[in-house]
């Protein structure tokens, strides 16, 4: 057989376990259903963001401002709508709800109190590091909000899922600790030049990694996630759409009523075919569904998400757009292309692998098989030429192997993956 070219698939398989296990402690998904992603299939790296705390978080508490960030960066509030004109306007009336939805209310008894949380995330070629001061009166109050209807959400009404899931990042102190977190991440921006478009997707990436982890009680707000350093798929799109929200850009909350899921949306204007499933709202407008759980281009999805009911509310009157859609398009394209490729290579290589152990062995023993020079010299040509065309399919293979690596391996990169398959010349190969 031929020798064995491993593909460097355990990140990828690491990604696609963590979110096949956020859907099922989540509920979003039965688990019998199937947890690929639509596209893509295996996920990427993410082992990015990793929050470093400093001292206990429980018992070493600072003063002063949240955040470190040079105060020149400024805080970037977009164009976020009012709650009391962006409610769910379809179904029931819901004037007479008597839910009880969480709250932020600060705890006064920690007013003025502090404890930093640091995170370090991969993008494009390099890695940045932000430190924030996690308001302890914020943090507290969030501890003490009443979130016990999140334990039968999926269970709700969509009107009901709707404000409870509004309720985790709309509200004045929401907003408080969103301005005080953009000004972290826009420092960023402003230091490395970032284009809206760059700054979108290192928000993205930021969120995404952040570990995954499932809460043992509620479902928490922004506040905690980023201090206990770690959140569910709720969680971190909760998270991930005020951020969003807040720096512009045109975002919805993409409500699954039936798996009891909500994620974030980002506004396209397509042209032509974008290759994904868009969602579309009442006004026309269309979105991406985002994975917040670990990295993954925008635009892929569960395959439990591609044939279930959805409810698109966009949270503000508009924004900036994703435009870098097509890249990914143009990605994952390649990367089923790649694949075919991979499959065809392996398949080919193993079988002139046989026949060329088979040909050795007769020129080794030619006595056996040869009578004359000129059949001996035939032979070995065929040998030769076999050897010849097994070689430069093996470094197709291994170029493609190596660009399939990339493409699972750096979802926070979206421009360097696209430049890697182009100057590659993989797709351009021909076989």
């Given at each position: 057989?031929?020798?064995a070219?491993?593909?460097?698939?355990?990140?990828?398989?690491?990604?696609?376990?963590?979110?096949?296990?956020?859907?099922?402690?989540?509920g979003?998904v039965?688990?019998?259903?199937?947890d690929?992603?639509?596209?893509?299939?295996?996920?990427?790296?993410g082992s990015?963001?990793?929050?470093?705390?400093?001292?206990?978080?429980?018992n070493?508490?600072?003063?002063?401002?949240?955040?470190?960030?040079?105060?020149?960066a400024?805080?970037?509030?977009?164009?976020?709508?009012?709650?009391?004109?962006?409610?769910?306007?379809?179904?029931?009336d819901?004037?007479?709800?008597?839910?009880?939805?969480?709250v932020l209310?600060?705890?006064?008894?920690?007013?003025?109190?502090?404890?930093?949380r640091?995170?370090?995330?991969?993008?494009?070629?390099?890695?940045?590091?932000?430190?924030?001061?996690?308001?302890?009166a914020l943090?507290?109050?969030?501890?003490?909000?009443?979130?016990?209807?999140?334990?039968?959400?999926?269970?709700e009404?969509?009107?009901?899922?709707?404000?409870?899931?509004r309720?985790?990042?709309?509200?004045?102190?929401?907003?408080?600790?969103?301005?005080?977190?953009?000004?972290q991440?826009?420092?960023?921006?402003?230091t490395?030049?970032l284009?809206?478009?760059?700054?979108?997707?290192?928000?993205?990436?930021?969120?995404?990694?952040?570990?995954?982890?499932?809460?043992?009680?509620?479902?928490?707000?922004?506040?905690?996630?980023?201090y206990?350093g770690m959140?569910?798929?709720?969680?971190?799109?909760?998270?991930?759409?005020?951020?969003?929200?807040?720096?512009?850009?045109?975002?919805?909350?993409?409500?699954?009523?039936?798996?009891?899921?909500?994620?974030?949306?980002?506004?396209?204007?397509?042209?032509?075919?974008?290759?994904?499933?868009?969602?579309?709202?009442?006004?026309?407008?269309?979105?991406?569904?985002?994975?917040?759980?670990?990295?993954?281009?925008i635009?892929?999805?569960?395959?439990?998400?591609a044939?279930?009911?959805?409810?698109?509310?966009?949270?503000?009157?508009?924004?900036?757009?994703?435009?870098?859609?097509?890249?990914?398009?143009?990605?994952?394209?390649?990367?089923?292309?790649?694949?075919?490729?991979?499959?065809?290579f392996?398949?080919?290589?193993?079988?002139?692998?046989?026949e060329?152990?088979e040909?050795?062995?007769?020129?080794?023993?030619?006595?056996?098989?040869?009578?004359?020079?000129?059949?001996?010299?035939?032979?070995y040509?065929?040998y030769?030429?076999r050897?010849?065309?097994y070689?430069?399919?093996?470094?197709?293979?291994q170029?493609?192997?190596?660009v399939w690596?990339?493409?699972?391996?750096?979802?926070?990169?979206?421009?360097?993956?696209?430049?890697?398959?182009?100057?590659?010349?993989v797709?351009?190969?021909?076989?």
């Amino acid at each position: 057989m031929a020798p064995a070219i491993s593909l460097k698939i355990s990140l990828a398989i690491l990604g696609f376990l963590l979110l096949t296990a956020c859907m099922l402690v989540c509920g979003c998904v039965n688990g019998n259903n199937g947890d690929s992603v639509n596209g893509m299939g295996d996920a990427g790296d993410g082992s990015g963001s990793s929050p470093t705390p400093q001292g206990n978080p429980d018992n070493t508490e600072n003063t002063g401002s949240a955040g470190t960030a040079q105060s020149s960066a400024g805080t970037d509030t977009g164009t976020g709508a009012d709650a009391e004109n962006n409610a769910y306007a379809g179904g029931a009336d819901i004037a007479a709800d008597t839910k009880v939805y969480p709250v932020l209310v600060p705890d006064a008894a920690y007013e003025g109190k502090t404890v930093r949380r640091t995170f370090t995330t991969k993008f494009e070629k390099s890695q940045f590091t932000i430190d924030f001061d996690v308001d302890m009166a914020l943090l507290k109050g969030a501890r003490n909000a009443d979130k016990s209807l999140g334990r039968k959400i999926a269970k709700e009404s969509p009107e009901v899922q709707y404000k409870f899931y509004r309720s985790y990042f709309e509200g004045m102190e929401n907003s408080d600790f969103f301005d005080a977190l953009i000004k972290q991440l826009r420092y960023i921006k402003i230091t490395e030049r970032l284009s809206d478009e760059e700054y979108l997707e290192y928000l993205v990436t930021f969120v995404q990694q952040i570990p995954y982890n499932s809460p043992e009680g509620n479902t928490r707000f922004p506040v905690e996630v980023i201090y206990d350093g770690m959140g569910d798929c709720d969680e971190k799109s909760m998270l991930l759409m005020g951020l969003l929200e807040k720096s512009g850009y045109d975002t919805a909350l993409l409500l699954f009523p039936k798996l009891g899921h909500a994620v974030c949306g980002i506004k396209i204007v397509p042209q032509g075919d974008v290759g994904f499933t868009t969602y579309s709202a009442d006004d026309g407008r269309k979105y991406l569904y985002i994975e917040a759980t670990t990295p993954y281009y925008i635009g892929l999805y569960p395959d439990a998400f591609a044939n279930t009911d959805v409810l698109v509310i966009p949270l503000s009157d508009g924004g900036m757009p994703y435009t870098k859609y097509n890249y990914v398009a143009y990605i994952v394209d390649s990367k089923k292309k790649i694949e075919k490729r991979i499959d065809f290579f392996k398949t080919t290589l193993d079988g002139w692998y046989d026949e060329l152990e088979e040909m050795k062995y007769k020129l080794i023993n030619y006595k056996q098989y040869y009578s004359t020079q000129l059949e001996y010299d035939t032979a070995y040509q065929r040998y030769k030429n076999r050897v010849d065309e097994y070689n430069r399919y093996f470094e197709y293979y291994q170029k493609n192997i190596e660009v399939w690596n990339e493409i699972v391996d750096r979802p926070y990169d979206v421009e360097g993956v696209r430049r890697t398959i182009y100057n590659s010349k993989v797709n351009d190969i021909e076989y």
